[in-house]
């Protein structure tokens, strides 16, 4: 069989593999879509101790389920599914409130373990969650970054909050409408790209472009800034760009991680007396929802999907770091 694997930062390469054998209580999922997400660009474009070569990436894939171990009924065989990524403990703390992203063993599908750019790889039964043929494959990729936009919003904002979001790549988008399904009243975003502030403003939202966003939110909200802050960019700039634009007690999560550190204002975290949490995947409710969300036609996804076979996995990789114009880029089996 074929698997895109990665080599170090710039290269991928398709090469044979062998066959995976699913052991006690595990599937091999047989690739049908998969596609590319933000954190694979970031081990592609520079060397990344979360994801050391070789290795297959790729955790939002969708597929059928091929075969099965010992313990996993018979009946699954040819079952449609979608990889849900994190392997838990299923016995700590985090993993009985159904928080898995905290699982402190948790492994990721296409980090810790074979991901979906492969033709056939194997996943405990539980990572492989029955999915009806409502949404196409590619469509259904987005469950699993939706689940992230679900885990934000369904914590921070509630029914006709203002809402602010920086940076209208997918997730950002995805951020953008999940806000409106939790009640928000206004949704603006920012972005450089023209070309995604366009996808942004299809689902409901706002842009705001010029100089100054955190100015431009504060005078759309009569002058208090926003109730909710999403940061879906994670720089230093965006986080200074956050503070500004959140209104006195109101809240920022943090959900991108364009640098790994920077500096804050102290005095704005403490003055405006704001919150500011981290945001790492979602957990087990909020994947649910975003399979539901999905599969009842809950997001316009009209102009967001570029699809690759996987033989091309190189050029979508190069195409995607280089700005070659695509918004999301599912590769093809």
């Known amino acids: 069989m074929r698997a895109l694997v990665y080599l170090g930062p710039g290269r991928m390469e398709l090469q044979d593999a062998p066959e995976p054998t699913p052991g006690p209580g595990e599937v091999v999922i047989a690739s049908k879509a998969s596609a590319i997400c933000g954190s694979d660009l970031h081990g592609f474009r520079e060397a990344s101790p979360r994801r050391i070569p070789p290795l297959v990436m790729g955790h939002e894939t969708v597929g059928e389920i091929a075969s099965v171990g010992p313990g996993v009924p018979e009946q699954r065989v040819g079952e449609r599914v979608v990889l849900k990524p994190i392997t838990s403990c299923g016995a700590c703390r985090w993993c009985r409130e159904g928080a898995i992203n905290r699982c402190a063993t948790g492994r990721l599908v296409g980090r810790d373990l074979t991901g979906g750019f492969a033709e056939r790889f194997v996943v405990p039964g539980s990572a492989a969650v029955p999915l009806s043929a409502a949404a196409s494959d590619e469509v259904a990729t ?192």
């Open 142 to 333: 987005l469950i699993e970054p939706m689940a992230n936009a679900v885990h934000v919003t369904s914590r921070s904002v509630g029914k006709g909050d203002r809402v602010f979001v920086i940076g209208a790549g997918p997730i950002g988008v995805l951020m953008a409408r999940s806000a409106f399904l939790q009640g928000a009243s206004h949704v603006l975003i920012t972005d450089p790209v023209g070309t995604r502030l366009g996808l942004a403003t299809a689902q409901g939202a706002e842009a705001v472009t010029g100089d100054d966003p955190a100015q431009a939110v504060i005078d759309a909200t009569d002058g208090e800034g926003a109730d909710v802050v999403i940061d879906a960019a994670g720089y230093e700039a965006t986080w200074a760009m956050a503070l500004r634009a959140v209104r006195s007690g109101g809240r920022i999560d943090e959900v991108g991680l364009g640098s790994g550190s920077g500096t804050v204002d102290f005095f704005a975290v403490l003055g405006k007396e704001a919150t500011i949490t981290g945001s790492y995947a979602w957990g087990d409710a909020d994947f649910a929802r975003a399979v539901e969300l999905l599969t009842k036609g809950a997001l316009d996804v009209n102009g967001w999907i570029t699809t690759m076979p996987l033989a091309d996995g190189q050029r979508a990789f190069q195409e995607l770091v280089g700005g070659g114009g695509h918004f999301k880029v599912v590769l093809t089996f």
